[in-house]
């Protein structure tokens, strides 16, 4: 499998993508021959990601614009695939925060999960000024990156 510069998948912030946005994920990590437990957490990752821009970012509007892209680098001989999450939902990169685990609370996982499950992630304004975006990279063991284009 080779993939070109960016894959890119656009939904709408309705819960019931969810499950369209893993299935792309599972996809895409599937023809790149990524390994079992690493494609699950980038789909963790990935949908935890999402479902937060669902929630919090639109606060449960079903009509915010979501953009995710992927593409393949190779970095120091590995494989890693890289996933930007894109809204236009006016949240600013400094309030996203993880709030310290505390099991009798439900939720609030969602950072912890991400960062627990990738190798980077960084939130950053989106370049268009309106909304946010999260880079995150997971590098791939069970890939050379010298079957990707990138």
């Keep these: 499998m080779s993939f070109e510069g960016n894959i890119e998948y656009r939904c709408l912030s ?78 600013r990169p400094e309030q996203v925060r993880a709030r310290p685990y505390d099991p009798t609370t439900p939720g609030g996982l969602g950072i912890g999960i991400i960062q627990h499950t990738v190798d980077f992630a960084e939130y950053r304004r989106a370049p268009d000024g309106k909304g946010l975006e999260l880079t995150i990279r997971k590098r791939i063991r069970s890939a050379d990156p010298r079957t990707f284009r990138t």
């Design 14 to 91: 309705d819960p019931a993508n969810l499950c369209k946005v893993r299935h792309w994920v599972e996809g895409v990590c599937a023809k790149a021959g990524v390994s079992g437990r690493e494609a699950l957490e980038l789909v963790m990752a990935v949908d935890e990601a999402v479902c937060n821009v669902m929630r919090h970012g639109y606060r449960g509007r079903k009509d915010g614009q979501i953009v995710i892209s992927l593409r393949i680098i190779d970095e120091d001989g590995l494989a890693v695939l890289e996933v930007t999450i894109r809204d236009q939902s006016g949240v």
